[in-house]
């Protein structure tokens, strides 16, 4: 078809002088043939002069039109003003070789009168295998989302089959960040498309990325190469992730901010409210940025920087309540010991009379039970120095007695005694020796039975007393 469209065009050229000249404009082409490229744009410069007397507007125009196209279809020249226009040529790939021509007209909208040229255009071929064309699926792609490469390859040789390398990367920022090599077997006169997926991560950054395709023979020797472009959407994806961990005395917060966008350096606020009360319990991993207090309540902030794509930050604070649980146990145990101080079993120990000749010393001991519960296995103890000894007669209960070189054992063992009850204890002593001055009688003991069943002791207040010398 191409062949038979340019010998048309050498039969019309036998119609048309080579070279037309008005009285008004003229256009020149070149002598030679131009030699371009199929699958190449080529450029080339003619001259158009306005030859009349007055300034003129002119228009030019190209026949046949197929590959062709001009830089500029109006020029307004000056008398005797050339000026140069381009034309560019572009002949596909799959074009045969061969000499094209085409028909120059340069026409005055002063007189309407037209100048004509032939340019002749020598087609060439660089190889006749080739990537026809390079196709994507989409030019606007989200994170997540495949891009479909189609690689069209042509073999124009008749007879030949032909054994290729296709290389396909994936550019961004001058570098190849994905490759894909194939060997491809391509009979005579065939088109082949080659595929090739993409897969787009989430993380991966935004922006224009480049397709780039060569062919490549058997000798890795480059035949064609062909460029497209893509871009990825930008996608803020910033996820907020809060957890709770309790402990005995405390409970922890734990907030995740994670970029699972492809935005780089992405910043994010985390803000926290807590009751006022609870900040001299608050004790954060990483200080916040600010503190507000408004409203009975404090506003913690931290302000999250430079988070990349796939990137997690912790914010991590705790609310310590072991302070305030060893405040509270403090002071319940300071109330248990004043209630059992306040409750413990009184043991008064009192004396009545001298303790001098053959007088008499009555001692009492008074027991009274404050508790709200009733005490057990009750033993009290009390001891007479070595200079008396016991009256072995007794006005209340009879004690175990036992004698010593360091004194007498005096020793009551009282079953229970009941909240609020009383008991009396009395005994008498009298002096082995005459006491001058005052004589300290040793401390008396009561001891029962507590709730974990272990003895608890009470101490009876130390008792002075006077001698006389008869």
Same mark, same amino acid.
């Given at each position: 078809?191409?062949?038979?469209?340019?010998?048309?065009?050498?039969?019309?050229?036998?119609?048309?002088?080579?070279?037309?000249?008005?009285?008004?404009?003229?256009?020149?082409?070149?002598?030679?043939?131009?030699?371009?490229?199929?699958?190449?744009?080529?450029?080339?410069?003619?001259?158009?002069?306005?030859? &009349?007397?007055?300034?003129?507007?002119?228009?030019?125009?190209?026949?046949?039109?197929?590959?062709?196209?001009?830089? $500029?279809?109006?020029?307004?020249?000056?008398? &005797?003003?050339?000026? =140069?226009?381009?034309?560019?040529?572009?002949?596909?790939?799959?074009?045969?070789?061969?000499?094209?021509?085409?028909? =120059?007209?340069?026409?005055?909208?002063?007189?309407?009168?037209?100048?004509?040229?032939?340019?002749?255009?020598?087609?060439?071929?660089?190889?006749?295998?080739?990537?026809?064309?390079?196709?994507?699926?989409?030019?606007?792609?989200?994170?997540?989302?495949?891009?479909?490469?189609?690689?069209?390859?042509?073999?124009?040789?008749? +007879?030949?089959?032909?054994?290729?390398?296709?290389?396909?990367?994936?550019?961004?920022?001058?570098?190849?960040?994905?490759?894909?090599?194939?060997?491809?077997?391509?009979?005579?006169?065939?088109?082949?498309?080659?595929?090739?997926?993409?897969?787009?991560?989430?993380?991966?950054?935004?922006?224009?990325?480049?397709?780039?395709?060569?062919?490549?023979?058997?000798?890795?020797?480059?035949?064609?190469?062909?460029?497209?472009?893509?871009?990825?959407?930008? +996608?803020?994806?910033?996820?907020?992730?809060?957890?709770?961990?309790?402990?005995?005395?405390?409970?922890?917060?734990?907030?995740?901010?994670?970029?699972?966008?492809?935005?780089?350096?992405?910043?994010?606020?985390?803000?926290?409210?807590?009751?006022?009360?609870? $900040?001299?319990?608050?004790?954060?991993?990483?200080?916040?940025?600010?503190?507000?207090?408004?409203?009975?309540?404090?506003?913690?902030?931290?302000?999250? *920087?430079?988070?990349?794509?796939? *990137?997690?930050?912790?914010?991590?604070?705790?609310?310590?309540?072991?302070?305030?649980?060893?405040?509270?146990?403090?002071? =319940?145990?300071?109330?248990?010991?004043?209630?059992?101080?306040?409750?413990?079993?009184?043991?008064?120990?009192?004396?009545?009379?001298?303790?001098?000749?053959?007088?008499?010393?009555?001692?009492?001991?008074?027991?009274? +039970?404050? $508790?709200?519960?009733?005490?057990?296995?009750?033993?009290?103890?009390?001891?007479?120095?070595?200079?008396?000894?016991?009256?072995?007669?007794?006005?209340?209960?009879?004690?175990?007695?036992?004698?010593?070189?360091?004194?007498? *054992? =005096?020793?009551?063992?009282?079953?229970?005694?009941?909240?609020?009850?009383?008991?009396?204890?009395?005994?008498?002593?009298?002096?082995?020796?005459?006491?001058?001055?005052?004589?300290?009688?040793?401390?008396?003991?009561?001891?029962?039975?507590?709730?974990?069943?272990?003895?608890?002791?009470?101490?009876?207040?130390?008792?002075?007393?006077?001698? $006389?010398?008869?």
């Amino acid at each position: 078809m191409i062949r038979k469209f340019l010998i048309l065009n050498l039969f019309l050229l036998l119609l048309i002088p080579v070279l037309t000249f008005s009285e008004d404009v003229k256009v020149l082409s070149p002598d030679s043939a131009m030699v371009v490229y199929a699958g190449e744009t080529n450029e080339l410069k003619v001259p158009v002069k306005n030859e &009349g007397d007055t300034r003129d507007t002119v228009y030019i125009s190209i026949w046949p039109t197929q590959w062709v196209s001009l830089e $500029k279809y109006w020029l307004n020249l000056d008398p &005797g003003e050339s000026r =140069l226009i381009s034309i560019f040529i572009a002949p596909p790939e799959e074009a045969e070789s061969g000499t094209m021509v085409f028909t =120059l007209t340069a026409q005055s909208l002063n007189t309407n009168r037209t100048s004509t040229d032939s340019l002749f255009v020598d087609i060439k071929r660089k190889s006749n295998i080739f990537i026809s064309e390079v196709t994507l699926n989409k030019e606007r792609l989200d994170p997540g989302e495949s891009l479909e490469i189609n690689s069209i390859l042509t073999n124009l040789h008749k +007879n030949e089959k032909k054994r290729v390398f296709l290389e396909t990367r994936i550019i961004s920022e001058g570098r190849s960040i994905e490759k894909f090599e194939e060997t491809i077997d391509l009979e005579p006169k065939t088109v082949k498309t080659v595929k090739n997926f993409y897969e787009i991560d989430k993380l991966q950054e935004y922006g224009e990325y480049q397709v780039e395709v060569e062919l490549k023979d058997n000798l890795k020797n480059l035949l064609d190469k062909e460029m497209e472009e893509f871009e990825i959407e930008e +996608n803020f994806e910033i996820v907020k992730h809060e957890s709770k961990e309790y402990g005995v005395f405390y409970t922890s917060t734990i907030i995740e901010i994670s970029n699972n966008g492809n935005v780089p350096n992405s910043n994010y606020t985390v803000q926290e409210s807590l009751p006022k009360i609870t $900040k001299y319990f608050f004790y954060p991993e990483i200080e916040p940025s600010t503190e507000q207090e408004k409203d009975n309540r404090v506003l913690y902030t931290w302000e999250i *920087q430079n988070l990349d794509p796939g *990137q997690t930050k912790v914010v991590r604070y705790r609310l310590r309540f072991v302070n305030i649980f060893v405040a509270v146990l403090i002071f =319940l145990i300071l109330i248990i010991l004043t209630y059992e101080y306040l409750t413990q079993p009184i043991l008064r120990k009192k004396y009545f009379g001298d303790l001098a000749g053959d007088e008499e010393l009555k001692i009492t001991l008074h027991v009274t +039970n404050k $508790k709200k519960r009733t005490l057990k296995d009750i033993v009290v103890k009390d001891k007479v120095p070595p200079i008396a000894k016991v009256v072995k007669k007794f006005d209340t209960r009879k004690p175990e007695i036992e004698v010593k070189s360091s004194g007498t *054992q =005096l020793k009551w063992k009282i079953e229970k005694l009941k909240p609020g009850e009383e008991i009396l204890l009395t005994y008498k002593v009298k002096p082995l020796i005459d006491v001058i001055g005052k004589l300290k009688l040793p401390k008396s003991y009561l001891t029962y039975k507590g709730k974990v069943k272990r003895n608890r002791k009470v101490v009876s207040k130390s008792v002075s007393i006077t001698g $006389k010398v008869k």
